[in-house]
C-alpha cells in the first residue's frame, strides 16, 4: 500500500516519540588490553601493585559510585558520580591527579595507579583519556586493562568489598540524596574496619604503612576510632 503520513490524520497531529540514542562501546579500547595482556604484564612486572576499579549503581538513572580499590592495603575510594557515563569516570582521575600533584611528571599518581584492573562497562571505554590524562604532558600516567566478559572474580577483591558497602547502602536504595561528603564517610568508617587477612590491621593503618598518612589525607581520607565504626544504613541518617 501506497500510504504517506499525509494520508493519515492523526498522525500529522502527533509529534515523533523521542528514542534515547544507544551508546555504542568502541570494543576496539580493549585490544591489547584484555586480561591475557594483563597476566601477561604482572607475569614481566610482578612487585606492580594492582588497582582495581568499578561502579556501583543505585536506582537506574540515578547518582552511582565509582570505586576504587588498592588490593594489597584493602583500602577503597568510592566517589560520588551525577550519571555512570565514562566522562564523569575521567573526571574523578583527573580530580584525583590534581589533587596529589603533577610535580615530576606525576610520580605520586604512577606509584599509586601503576595498573587499573576494570570490567567491560561502557563507562570505561576511553581507557587513553585516564591513561594520559588532559593537557600535553604526554606521559603515561597509569595503565588499564579489561577483564574477560562476564568474570567478575578476576577482580574478585573489589566485588567482596563491595559487600561491606551494601551493608550502608542496600541493593535497591538510590543515592540521589547523598553527597560525597557521605560516601566519604562511609569509606572512612570501611576503611577502618580491621581485617584478618590485614594481621588484624585495618586498610587504612596498611595503606598509612606502604604510603605516608599525608597521602591518605590527599586522598579524603580520615581514620575513625574502633569503637566508633558503624557498618549499618544508619551511619548517613545522622
Known sequence: ??????????????????????????????????????????????DTAIVQMDSVIGTKGGKCLL????????????FLRDSNTSQSVIDVFNDLDQRLGRELFRKLFRKLFPVLLTDNGSEFSNPKAIEYGPGTYGNLRTQIYYCDAGCPHQKGAIEVNHGLIRRVLPKGSG????????????????????????????????????????????????PVAASDILLKPSLLKR
Open 175 to 222: 543515592f540521589n540524596h547523598l553527597t560525597q561528603e557521605d560516601v566519604t564517610r562511609m569509606m572512612n568508617h570501611i576503611n577502618s574496619y580491621k581485617r584478618k587477612k590485614l594481621n588484624n590491621r585495618s586498610p587504612y593503618e596498611t595503606f598509612s604503612f606502604y604510603h605516608g598518612e599525608e597521602v591518605l589525607h590527599k586522598l579524603g581520607c580520615s
Open 67 to 78: 570505586t576504587v580499590h588498592f588490593v594489597d592495603a584493602s583500602l577503597m575510594l568510592a
Open 1 to 46: 500500500m501506497d500510504v504517506r503520513n499525509i494520508d493519515l490524520p492523526r498522525k500529522v497531529k502527533f509529534r515523533a516519540r523521542y528514542k534515547k540514542p544507544e551508546f555504542k562501546v568502541d570494543k576496539g579500547c580493549r585490544i591489547g588490553r584484555n586480561y591475557d595482556a594483563f597476566q601477561s604484564f604482572i607475569e614481566k612486572n610482578p
